[in-house]
């Protein structure tokens, strides 16, 4: 089974490292935006690339697959420890219910105040868009002081051990 995987991760890496060399050349040298493609009010002496959409979607794609594998990924180790240790199964639950603790209430103590930006006319400055970068801010905010925190515990037990 291993083997199998390995295989299967050594061409993936493989196709993925293909694609990504194929949109950055595709962005670098596939020349100037065109037509419907140019972003009105930048400076016309700045260089728009004309795949730029292609570089984004690829991103959006690579994104997507690392959340769905590393969601699928959790899924079988949680059964595979499930049959093993039931008991430390559970108790790995408990990261992943606290780290939805904190978004949820990150997500209360967010502000859902509109933001009065000199010249932005877009679509995005709405409460709920706002509440949920608050959110994640939050969280990473969170996340990062516990790390810390446990990089400092960990080296004062190991020192007293």
Not at 45 to 51: E, S, T, V
Not at 119 to 144: A, C, E, H
Request: cysteine-free.
């Amino acid at each position: 089974m291993s083997k199998l995987t390995y295989k299967i991760s050594y061409y993936a890496l493989y196709v993925m490292f293909a694609a990504i060399i194929l949109v950055l050349l595709l962005f670098y040298l596939g020349g100037d935006a065109q037509g419907n493609a140019v972003l009105l009010g930048v400076d016309p002496d700045m260089w728009q690339p004309a795949r730029t959409d292609a570089m984004l979607w690829l991103i959006y794609v690579m994104i997507g697959l690392a959340v769905a594998i590393t969601f699928v990924a959790a899924f079988f180790q949680f059964g595979a420890a499930l049959k093993d240790n039931p008991k430390g199964a559970v108790r790995s639950l408990l990261g992943l219910l606290l780290l939805a603790a904190v978004m949820i209430i990150s997500w209360f103590i967010g502000s859902d105040k509109v933001l009065n930006i000199q010249g932005y006319d877009g679509t995005d400055n709405v409460p709920f868009w706002l509440q949920l970068s608050d959110m994640f801010i939050i969280t990473i905010y969170f996340l990062l002081g516990a790390a810390i925190v446990s990089i400092i515990v960990s080296s004062v037990l190991k020192k007293f051990s």
